[in-house]
């Protein structure tokens, strides 16, 4: 069987929502391989993109209840007839580079529901709380026709926000009295936030987590409007994931948003934009790895980091080393493309 074949026939198994074929098409795209890189690129462009699900992005603080909201998010949305697809990213060892990928196991339920699907990948070296390859992901699950697309980050954090440049809303889920966690967050994160989650408000923590959705709503109003927001937009409201309280209202907070959104064309040009982001950010990893695999410049590096770790250079002029050749270079093709027109 040639490779067009096998491409067209995994692209074939997507459409029709074959869970492993998504899983193998998933796969593909995460696989650094430069053949593999290829039948991707095959793939998504046989696959088009016609199909648009909700993608819902989701982080938030260690502890608190990711998981668990995830499930009982999800079951709720399935419960309702939707297909909801669910891309968690685990944090990779900095040590072995290794995963657990153990978010499935703790979404057992929601693993076994024939409407889910759930693909736990690695964050490897990619900063910002999602893998490298999240994007083509959620297109492979739009694809396969999943009504919501669920985008679950490592966890909170300063760069956090990558997740909001393929997400249609961006959900900050945390937990009461967590200290001074408001001046940690408030900045980069809790400005990309639709909507701020106050979770485990059940038992002797209802109190608590009443109080901190209060400080959060204060917050949210100190904060400059946005353009894609309509007027009350950001909320903070409290959720209880395990006793499935308050799920209702924030799904419905979150179909008064995207609605108003798509009346209003910011659905529309928020995608757009965010495909403008992906472009330059595929166009930046792309010549990074040129310059990785170029023989000339990795041994410049070499020679250049040998220097730098016996402190012979500074790290600045060291890089001004490398990066000298590669300008003289672009200025001479450019000069040589301009004479020849």
Not at 261 to 267: A, D, E, F, T, Y
Not at 270 to 297: C, H, I, K, S
Request: glycine share 10%.
């Amino acid at each position: 069987m040639s490779r067009t074949t096998d491409i067209k026939a995994l692209a074939q198994g997507v459409q029709s929502g074959d869970r492993r074929a998504l899983a193998r098409a998933i796969t593909l795209v995460e696989s650094g391989r430069a053949d593999h890189r290829a039948d991707a690129l095959d793939l998504l462009e046989m696959l088009g993109t016609q199909k648009q699900a909700l993608r819902i992005g989701l982080s938030g603080t260690p502890g608190v209840g990711k998981s668990t909201f995830i499930e009982s998010f999800g079951l709720m949305l399935t419960g309702m007839g939707k297909r909801v697809a669910v891309l968690a990213v685990d944090p990779s060892s900095a040590r072995s580079g290794g995963s657990i990928l153990g978010d499935k196991t703790r979404m057992d339920h929601l693993a076994r529901d024939p409407n889910a699907f759930i693909r736990p990948s690695p964050s490897q070296t990619q900063l910002g709380g999602v893998a490298r390859r999240s994007r083509e992901a959620v297109a492979l699950c739009e694809a396969a026709g999943f009504d919501v697309v669920l985008i679950e980050t490592v966890g909170v954090g300063q760069s956090e926000t990558v997740v909001a440049q393929m997400a249609d809303l961006f959900v900050l889920l945390l937990a009461p009295a967590g200290g001074d966690e408001l001046q940690g967050v408030k900045r980069g994160i809790m400005e990309m936030a639709d909507l701020i989650l106050v979770n485990k408000a059940d038992g002797d923590l209802k109190p608590q987590a009443m109080r901190t959705c209060a400080d959060y709503a204060g917050a949210l109003r100190l904060l400059r409007k946005r353009a894609q927001d309509p007027d009350g937009f950001p909320k903070a409201l409290t959720i209880s994931a395990l006793e499935v309280h308050g799920l209702e209202a924030a799904w419905k907070e979150m179909e008064t948003l995207i609605q108003w959104r798509r009346n209003n064309s910011i659905w529309t040009a928020t995608r757009e934009a965010q495909a403008a982001y992906w472009f330059g950010e595929d166009v930046r990893n792309g010549l990074l790895d040129m310059l990785r695999n170029d023989p000339q410049t990795a041994a410049r590096m070499k020679a250049a980091e040998a220097d730098v770790k016996a402190g012979r250079t500074p790290p600045t002029a060291a890089a001004e080393q490398v990066l000298e050749p590669l300008r003289l270079r672009l200025g001479g093709d450019a000069g040589q493309t301009g004479s020849e027109t």
